[in-house]
């Protein structure tokens, strides 16, 4: 199995020679090679891993357990059937367990456990979508968390890829938001949706296209967390796992956020960006503290 990098570990500096830093005498190293990446050198690994990471996790709560293994698997390329149980474990924990299990998260595990709901909502595909919608949203809030109260830019990182996602997933979250904001503008919503239902009905699909198009703010906001435009590559690398957008994926989005910023008179994505996150954040989190 190959992977580049590994999600709890830092790669070592530059300078240091691949051959000093890594175990190439383990039987566990099939072999090791420097590589070039869209944001700079990485080491390539080809190695065996375990199903299960060789850390001892079971001080941290449960939920976090679990989102660990599950990151785990899909990080050392385990088999689909073993990684889908691990991401379907985390969710079901969660659900039986209530919106407590996250509310009650320590800032600091949220990372992690942000990616094992972003991973089940990107990559499970189930008939009934609201279980990718709902742990779409679990994943907006623990990275949100993560990236609010303990400065995590993996987060922001994650966040990016979750919201350049399927634009359905945080589409119900974007279509409260613009609600609020019409509210907030005294706007007649009697008049604007005449009764009928904004998350659902067929006649106010181009509505529910317009509030999640804004996700691309949110997006444009979060990259600069992570990504510097003028190099084109990731600030501080070395501190991330590689599961990034490529240079091309990034590029591809900046010219789908110019044409939304130039069609809706967009000038300061930081302040808006900043300001829509927040109150997804906070609309989640009151979701949570009523489940």
């Known amino acids: 199995m190959a992977i580049l990098g590994s999600l709890f570990a830092k790669k070592k500096a530059q300078e240091t020679k691949s051959s000093e830093s890594l175990p190439l005498n383990s039987d566990d190293i099939i072999s090791a090679k420097e590589i ?17 990471p060789p850390v001892d996790i079971s001080d941290e709560p449960e939920v976090a357990q679990l989102a660990t293994v599950a990151v785990w698997r899909y990080n050392t390329r385990q088999s689909s059937d073993s990684f889908v149980r691990a991401v379907v474990d985390l969710y079901d924990y969660a659900r ?6 996250l509310l009650e998260l320590d800032p600091s595990l949220c990372m992690k456990v942000g990616m094992g709901f972003t991973l089940f909502a990107l990559f499970i595909e189930d008939d009934n ?11 907006l809030y623990c990275l949100g968390k993560g990236l609010f109260h303990n400065g995590d830019k993996r987060s922001a990182c994650l966040l990016f890829s ?43 699909q181009e509505f529910r296209n317009e509030a999640v198009a804004y996700r691309l703010v949110v997006a444009r906001y979060l990259l600069d967390y992570f990504y510097d435009g003028e ?15 490529t240079g091309d994926a990034v590029g591809r989005f900046m010219r789908d956020y110019a044409d939304f910023a130039d069609k809706s008179g967009i000038s300061d994505y930081k302040a808006l960006g900043e300001k ?16």
């Open 96 to 101: 039986e367990h209530g919106g407590r299990v």
């Open 129 to 139: 979508r609201l279980v990718n919608y709902v742990a779409a949203e679990n994943a």
């Open 231 to 245: 190099t084109k590559t990731v600030k501080g690398a070395h501190d991330f796992f590689y599961l990034l957008p």
């Open 36 to 52: 070039d990446t869209p944001f700079g050198k990485a080491t390539l690994v080809t190695k065996r891993y375990s199903e299960n």
């Open 162 to 204: 979750l919201l350049t996602g399927p634009k359905e997933l945080l589409m119900d979250q974007f279509v409260a938001a613009m609600i609020d904001e019409y509210q907030s503008r005294r706007y007649p919503l009697g008049l604007v949706f005449r009764g009928r239902n904004p998350y659902r009905d067929p006649g106010l």
């Open 276 to 291: 829509l996150l927040r109150t997804l954040f906070g609309q989640v989190e009151k979701t949570l503290q009523e489940y």
